[in-house]
């Protein structure tokens, strides 16, 4: 029975781990220097901001319609992955699994079941944290098993979004993976950003910090250990750390694309 789960998962699905990441496949994985970290991270903070008092009046109760987010982040994904000529799938589904913490309790914000098909998002996360975990799941479920792409694919597709709350979730996601880099290598700046960032974004940070830590982790050394172990065997030699890959991704993606218009 083993067996046979083993094998249904690399046919299903398990195979893409063979893909090449879009980080090298975009060449993506280039070193930033120190200066574009941190102009990047005051930009992206002026951006919050600026988002989230343009939009207070949607923002400060933002309606997370589950069966509605998920067409309009599923059509967003889409569009993104066929304008550089990737497959897409338009049924694939992401849903909000009840009862909230299931995932959390393992510090897991949503999950790819390929035994399905189908997406999962914990319920009880924040609502700014719903739409770009929703975006990543989805963009697993279409064959992208690389954290840092689906990541990257999901900040992409929400960031262009014209509704304004996809798009602020997606910057303020990103925004955080900036903030813990900033946190550990320049600590100062990172203490800085926090004072003046808008009171309202403060709350919201907050909002996602009680969501993900409302349910206490079961097991939470064997659950790292056991998904290092797992990234690390099917290719992903950055283990856990690919998730933050995010940041050099963007900022060379941007970089990149610049340098075409200019």
């Known amino acids: 029975m083993i067996l046979f789960h083993y094998c249904w998962f ?10 090449e990441p879009l980080g090298i496949r975009w060449q993506l994985y280039s070193e930033i220097s120190e200066s574009e970290f941190i102009e990047s991270l005051k930009q992206q903070s002026l951006l919050v901001d600026s988002l989230r ?8 109760y933002p309606d997370f319609n589950a069966f509605k987010m998920e067409s309009e982040i599923r059509s967003l994904v889409n569009d993104f992955l066929k304008s550089y000529d990737f497959l897409s799938f338009s049924r694939i589904r992401c849903r909000n699994l009840c009862p909230p913490g299931f995932l959390l309790v393992w510090s897991t914000s949503g999950v790819y079941l390929p035994f399905c098909g189908e997406s999962q998002i914990d319920a009880g996360l924040s609502v700014y944290s719903k739409p770009f975990t929703m975006a990543h799941e989805l963009s697993h479920g279409m064959g ?3 954290e840092g792409d689906c990541n990257l694919i999901a900040y992409l597709a929400c960031r262009v979004s014209g509704n304004p709350y996809i798009r602020y979730a997606a910057e303020l996601n990103y925004w955080r993976y900036l ?4 946190s550990r290598n320049y600590p ?7 004072f003046e960032a808008n009171t ?3 709350h919201d940070l907050l909002m996602i910090h009680e969501a993900n830590n409302r349910y206490p982790e079961f097991l ?9 172990w797992y990234l690390k065997q099917n290719g992903i030699q950055t283990g856990q750390k690919s998730y933050a890959e995010i940041i050099p991704m963007v900022i060379n993606f941007d970089k990149k694309r610049r340098t075409i218009y200019q």
């Not at 008092?53 to 400060?60: G, M, P």
């Not at 100062?188 to 926090?194: R, T």
């Open 220 to 228: 939470p050394h064997v659950r790292d250990w056991f998904y290092e």
């Open 53 to 60: 008092i343009a939009d207070s009046s949607v923002l400060d």
């Open 10 to 19: 690399y046919w299903t699905w398990g195979f893409n781990y063979h893909r």
């Open 179 to 182: 903030l813990n880099a900033a």
């Open 144 to 146: 992208w098993t690389h």
């Open 200 to 202: 309202k974004v403060k």
């Open 188 to 194: 100062e700046i990172y203490k800085q950003l926090i």
